[in-house]
């Protein structure tokens, strides 16, 4: 196994990943999800450093408060605690409010304890070896508070003038106070976030929904240029769409130019052929006999078969290039009123629906279907023909449908491929040459429609065309 079918076979295993089709979906997709994951780790880190300011703040505080209460009680000369401690703030004031400070004896030298007119409750101290003072001699805990708040406790111990008068000075705070802050300061930043995400995301998708839609006008020309109604891409484009434009106009110049080639040389050969064909026709019929009739029927199969692909290659260029456009109702209603004249004793009738369908073609082929139909009709049929358009198709809303039927002897279903070859004749006793439907089935293959030969209600055959129609 080579190197190449390797690799071939490794990439046809691996996986697709899946994308929308629409570049603006993939675009407002991507930057939706970009925006999303950057406004949370915005929230995120936001939130965290608040968080850490906050608790900072707070354990600041704490100190501040001890460093005061150290300030403002020490003893008497009797070993009594004395002070009025003011820290400024009314929640030590305020029963239960998870605000406290005390002061307590830890020596047999100093009597009595203060607190804070708050503090209604003892809160009970864990033990040095559990929670032992730091460097600067303090120890911070949490404890329960006296209505199950949650309190972050800052403690020191001091001697006070004698080492028999040992005091602990505790300033207590309401964790909850700050976890409350902290969640309110998360709510308003969840929902400002949100609200600036949501405005973000609608301004860019606006943006990318205005900055592709010169592509949308793009689409829209080049659907104008392949539906005949206009030969280049105009207006004006970004400068970035511009050299796109500019470059399709080029491009649809160069293809017209080679199918404008193409037809001068498939006409200059057309040309070329008919006069020794001709030629060769005259010398077949002078020569008389087997072998000027051998000629004659040659010539004239060369003829059929030059026509034939000529025909085919035109069609062919066409649909490679640019769609023309043929109104199909003028078109129909003209020739069964032409066929109507020049046959008085048959009737033909043309029932259509609306008037406002186009076949994406040139009429020159239009007739050709529909005269070929017709006239073998009017050939078959007894005493009336029936042309009927249906638009859209029943099961293709892009097509038409149109079907001429007689009340003819018909065809049998075994024979009916059999009347589709070209120069295959049923019946000899009629006059023509055997490639009127040959020649519609061609034509309606090459536009790449279909063509259905079936037993209609009038008794006679039933051609149903259906072919694509025009935007």
Known sequence: MTGETQGAELGARRPTIWLPKSLATRVITFSTIWAILALVVIATVVSALFREASERGFDSLLSANLFNLVASVGADENGNLTGTPELGDERYLTPDSGWYWSVEPQTAGLKGDLRSTSLLATIPAP??????????????????????????????????????????????????????????????????????????????????????????????ALQSVREGTAKRLDGTFPAEIEPLANETNALIENNRRILERSRTQVGNLAHSLKTPLAVLTNEGHALGGEKGRLISEQTGAMKQQIDHYLQRARIAAQRESVVFRAPVVPVLDRMTRVMAKLNPKI????????????????????EEIAGNLLENAMKWGRTQVMVTLADPAPDAPDCFVMTVEDDGPGIPEDKAREALKRG????????????????????????????RLERSELGGLRAVVQMRKAA
């Open 127 to 220: 033990a040095v070896a559990e929670v032992p003072f730091g460097s600067g001699f303090q120890r911070r805990y949490e404890a329960a508070g006296p209505n199950g708040q949650s309190l972050a406790v800052l403690e020191t111990e001091v001697v006070l003038g004698a080492p028999d008068r040992i005091a602990r000075y505790r300033v207590m705070g309401n964790l909850d106070d700050l976890n409350a802050e902290i969640s309110y300061f998360n709510q308003q930043l969840y929902t400002y976030l949100a609200l600036f995400g949501v405005g973000m995301i609608a301004i860019n998708a606006a943006a990318i929904w205005l900055g592709l839609r010169p592509l949308g006008r793009v689409r829209e």
């Open 424 to 451: 295959r004749r049923l019946d000899e006793s009629k006059p023509g040459t055997g490639l009127g439907l040959a020649i519609v089935s061609d034509l309606v293959a090459e536009y790449g429609g279909t063509l």
């Open 347 to 366: 009737d033909v009738a043309f029932e259509h629906e609306g008037g406002d369908t186009v076949f994406a073609g040139e009429r020159e082929d239009l």
